[in-house]
């Protein structure tokens, strides 16, 4: 499996695989990988022949206060795993490959409206940052199919609009959060947490169950049920950052006829920030 930095080397290896006729799968990821991660390089190799997955820390997407510095860089590790996992390629590009005039001067791609609100509003900047990059990985790669994590339910929501907005040729597939026994999203952020902070993480899928449960039996006190939320993540320990139930298709906050709900999590346990969700049909 041949790990490549340059733009002109991945054209030139891709367009041979094009010639004969693969179909091509991307899974964007910034490294330090874990098995949610390997579940989306798994659902891409049954939609593709060759699966390329992208390793790049974005610094366009985060913010000046942020882990970007900080950000685990493992790329010896994240290509052993990704070897055993079948992924065919990995696409490992320089911030001076990608951003060659610099951040600043680079053009944004930004999608209204979805990006609005939630982890858009917590962190002014992202989702032009994610959709920018992911917009050029799109345009690098040509890819038939790219996988992503439902986890990161807000960001998936701009890149299935920014695909469909921008004709762009991409099949967008959302994988499901894989998660520990006890309930803890798969994340690279879980990495940064305390042995105390780890064993009190359990209470973000706890609470959303318990909401989800709620609204499964009716319940359409939606602020209530945020509120009650609130109070559980405060009990445990928890600086939520924000609680919200929501249409799962438009991300505007739930109304009592929407047939599909999803609850977005926003949490800090001391420094480290998890997000979350859970959808419920009713
Ligand atoms: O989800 C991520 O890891 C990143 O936001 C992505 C999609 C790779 C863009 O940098």
């Known amino acids: 499996m041949r790990t490549i930095h340059t733009l002109k080397e991945l054209r030139a290896v891709l367009n041979g695989y094009r010639q004969q006729g693969k179909r091509i799968g991307l899974v964007p990821t910034m490294g330090n990988l874990h098995e949610g991660h390997i579940s989306l390089v798994e659902q891409a190799r049954r939609a593709a022949d060759i699966v390329v997955t992208s390793i790049f820390i974005n610094p366009m997407q985060f913010g000046a206060n942020e882990d970007l510095d900080s950000y685990p860089r493992t790329l010896r590790d994240d290509q052993e795993r990704l070897q055993a996992a079948g992924n065919s390629l990995i696409f490992a590009p320089s911030v001076e490959e990608l951003y060659p005039e ?49 986890k990161d339910f807000q960001q998936l929501a701009v890149i299935r609009k920014l695909t469909r907005d921008l004709f762009i040729p991409v099949e967008v ?107 419920v049909t009713r």
């Open 102 to 150: 610099g951040l600043a001067r680079h053009t944004q791609v930004t999608v209204p409206e979805v990006s609005d609100g939630y982890c858009g509003a917590s962190r002014p900047g992202h989702f032009a940052g994610v959709a920018t990059v992911v917009t050029m990985l799109f345009n690098m790669v040509q890819p038939d199919v790219a996988v992503f994590g439902e």
């Open 173 to 279: 597939i959302g994988a499901p959060t894989v998660r520990d026994a006890d309930g803890v999203a798969k994340s690279s952020r879980n990495g940064y947490l305390s042995a105390d902070e780890r064993a009190r993480a359990p209470a973000i899928f706890a609470a959303m169950e318990h909401m989800a449960a709620r609204l499964a039996q009716g319940e359409t006190e939606y602020t209530q049920l945020e509120q009650d939320a609130y109070n559980q993540l405060l009990a445990a320990g928890f600086h939520p950052d924000y609680i919200a139930i929501v249409n799962s298709r438009t991300l505007k906050p739930a109304q009592p006829a929407d047939p599909q709900l999803t609850i977005l999590m926003a949490a800090f346990l001391g420094t480290t920030r998890l997000i979350d969700n859970l959808s």
